[in-house]
């Protein structure tokens, strides 16, 4: 079906940048919605943490606003999280997810990748 696969995370200083890449591959038609999600230690959700859209309309959460940005290759079905100033609270294991179109129907799957774990220190 659809392999997703995140990269690039890792320890990092309070202040660092760091950028978080997931590509999608597969039987891929067309991709309409890439996002972020993240779950903290010791909580059961995963917070949506910053979307775009196969238009490039985004979102980022309010948590994040002006520290993390998203963007996306849809050449490459590739999109990135560029994470600048993280804090400590910002650990989590971060987790890609891709709605993905298989023929020309459009109808849309969700798809996850394994996810990738940033730590923050202080």
């Known amino acids: 079906q659809v392999h997703v696969v995140e990269s690039g995370g890792g320890l990092v200083q309070a202040g660092d940048s760091l950028r978080l890449s997931c590509v999608a591959s597969?039987?891929?038609?067309?991709?309409?919605?890439m996002g972020w999600y993240r779950q903290a230690p010791g909580k059961q959700q995963r917070e949506l943490v910053a979307?775009?859209?196969?238009?490039?309309?985004?979102f980022v959460a309010d948590s994040v606003k002006g520290r993390f940005a998203i963007s996306r290759d849809s050449a490459k079905n590739t999109v990135y999280l560029q994470m600048n100033s993280p804090k400590p609270d910002d650990t989590a294991v971060y987790y890609c997810?891709?709605?993905?179109?298989?023929?020309?129907?459009?109808?849309?799957?969700?798809?996850w990748g394994q996810g990738t774990q940033v730590t923050v220190s202080s």
């Open positions: 597969g039987n891929i038609f067309s991709i309409n919605f």
């Open positions: 979307s775009i859209t196969s238009s490039e309309r985004t």
């Open positions: 997810n891709v709605d993905v179109a298989h023929d020309s129907s459009t109808r849309y799957f969700s798809y």
